[in-house]
């Protein structure tokens, strides 16, 4: 575990302001959450926070990469994101104090800001504008949701497609607006398994998308030529 001073607090703002949610929190509320975390890293594969276990932190992601999954009653694991550095989880279970409905692990070697439950709630105590914040917090969180769970029902495996890498976007750079290229992190088989298709169908579809000039294939990752014309291209969205 590296100590918390491997990170300045400039530093950890610089990251964790490419998360929305954190840039759009005042700035003595941005102070509050820096100054009482902690960081941690874990190897690749380790579990985070375990699926059904009691709520410790919430957390962000400084380096790396994490998966959030869920484990179904007839034991298949499905993937719902990849988090990459500014995404955030956990609040949820620390509000209700119930049992995680996720997992989050590792994906490759991981650095982890935390902000642990004691804290969280002290600061929730001298701060109450702090829930304020978490709601928003949550209500893009259950709209996704709901996204995937309509789009799972709804739509074409290239609208699926679209309205993923558009969440995705939402989801590792939220707020950007950027009209010009942007880079997703994902690799084929992650975003196959999200979509709910196979690796070849993903394929297929990927290059038709590449075909209409909506993104470029790359490694591990997808450049999204034109954001506000992808999210256009999805009525879900």
């Given at each position: ?28 509320l941005q102070d509050k959450l820096i100054s009482r975390g902690t960081v941690r890293t874990f190897t690749k594969r380790a579990v985070i926070s375990a699926q059904g276990s009691t709520p410790k932190a919430m957390g962000a992601v400084l380096e790396g990469h994490v998966r959030v999954t869920r484990v179904l009653v007839g034991g298949e694991e499905n993937l719902y994101h ?156």
């Amino acid at each position: 575990m590296p100590a918390p001073g491997d990170f300045t607090d400039q530093e950890l703002r610089r990251i964790l302001v490419s998360n929305a949610w954190f840039a759009n929190l005042p700035t003595a509320l941005q102070d509050k959450l820096i100054s009482r975390g902690t960081v941690r890293t874990f190897t690749k594969r380790a579990v985070i926070s375990a699926q059904g276990s009691t709520p410790k932190a919430m957390g962000a992601v400084l380096e790396g990469h994490v998966r959030v999954t869920r484990v179904l009653v007839g034991g298949e694991e499905n993937l719902y994101h990849v988090g990459d550095p500014g995404f955030w989880f956990g609040p949820l279970a620390l509000i209700t104090d119930a049992k995680t409905t996720v997992a989050v692990i590792a994906d490759t070697d991981v650095r982890i800001f935390l902000l642990s439950k004691a804290q969280f709630e002290r600061i929730a105590m001298e701060d109450p504008i702090f829930y304020r914040y978490l709601a928003l917090f949550i209500a893009q969180r259950y709209a996704s949701m709901l996204r995937h769970i309509s789009d799972s029902k709804l739509i074409s495996p290239e609208e699926r497609v679209c309205s993923k890498l558009a969440e995705l976007l939402q989801l590792q750079s939220p707020g950007n607006g950027q009209l010009g290229p942007v880079t997703v992190k994902v690799s084929q088989a992650d975003l196959a398994a999200i979509v709910g298709v196979s690796r070849q169908t993903l394929n297929e579809l990927l290059k038709k998308l590449e075909r209409r000039g909506l993104i470029e294939i790359a490694f591990r990752s997808i450049r999204v030529v034109n954001p506000v014309l992808l999210r256009g291209n999805d009525d879900y969205w």
